[in-house]
């Protein structure tokens, strides 16, 4: 798929290549100079650290990423935002950070120089119980009877504090059973029938439809990640990094965002 909606999305086409079995596709459209830069360099990979909510749409985007960069592979780390951060902080080659919360892209870019961070979406939690709702959940109060088997993020991860705040805002104090490492890990306790309900992101519980059903509840309202993205300074991919980020800031990009759940920052 080629993208005509950024400049910096045209792909450089050698001149030979054009004239020996590209001549039928003429629309005659120059190739920017920064993807001239970086085929001229080498590049092969691009490597995404990303929080494990974005595992569904970034992967998304990174096959239509390399779809239209021919030869060029978007590896990705998906995990908690925390641990991410950690990682690159201690010298993971990591190309681009996209960050379930400004806190833990904070991390990132006080010890290390990046691109100013750009909020690209918003997240909110619901309540994700198994498909029959074995323990009748119906709003947020019902986690904390003692019957009930909850599982929450950490609260050093973006989803735990998102959690915290909007547990805070009801008043009330939940006591989980199991504490996990990033959204993913706390979803699968649901799916796995471990749990009576978790706190996730809307997105998750959209990603994982058949296999769990989400409850909406008003203080997730007030407990609203925003999600920034940036590219390292040192980054090895240099100018595709950047296109990538711009695929992801595009419409094409909001897109598919939008329509896994996240919301418009």
């Not at 001549?23 to 970086?38: D, I, Y």
């Not at 080659?93 to 909020?119: E, I, L, N, R």
């Not at 991860?157 to 199991?178: E, I, N, Q």
Request: glycine share 6%; aromatic share 6%.
């Amino acid at each position: 798929m080629v993208f005509r909606r950024l400049s910096r999305w045209a792909i450089a086409v050698p001149v030979a290549l054009v004239i020996a079995g590209l001549s039928g596709c003429g629309s005659g459209e120059p190739a920017t100079s920064s993807a001239s830069t970086s085929a001229a360099a080498g590049a092969k990979e691009v490597n995404v650290f990303a929080a494990a909510s974005l595992t569904e749409t970034f992967t998304e985007l990174g096959k239509t990423f390399e779809a239209a960069h021919p030869g060029v592979t978007v590896k990705f780390n998906f995990g908690s935002s925390a641990t991410l951060a950690q990682q690159i902080v201690q010298g993971a080659p990591a190309d681009v950070f996209a960050a379930a919360s400004p806190a833990t892209m904070k991390t990132v870019t006080d010890a290390s120089p990046a691109s100013g961070p750009t909020t690209f979406a918003r997240n909110k939690l619901e309540i994700a119980v198994p498909k029959d709702n074995p323990a009748k959940v119906a709003e947020l109060k019902d986690l904390t009877d003692p019957r009930v088997k909850v599982a929450l993020c950490a609260e050093q991860v973006p989803c735990g504090a998102a959690a915290v705040k909007a547990l805070d805002a009801a008043g009330l104090k939940v006591t989980p059973v199991t504490l996990e490492q990033d959204v993913k890990a706390t979803l699968t306790k649901v799916e796995l029938g471990e749990v009576d309900a978790a706190l996730v992101y809307t997105t998750d519980v959209i990603a994982a439809a058949g296999k769990v059903q989400g409850i909406a509840f008003p203080e997730a309202d007030k407990a609203i990640n925003d999600y920034p993205i940036t590219t390292l300074s040192k980054a090895p991919a240099g100018d595709l990094a950047e296109q990538f980020v711009d695929l992801v800031l595009s419409q094409q990009g909001k897109d598919v965002l939008t329509k896994a759940g996240f919301e418009a920052p």
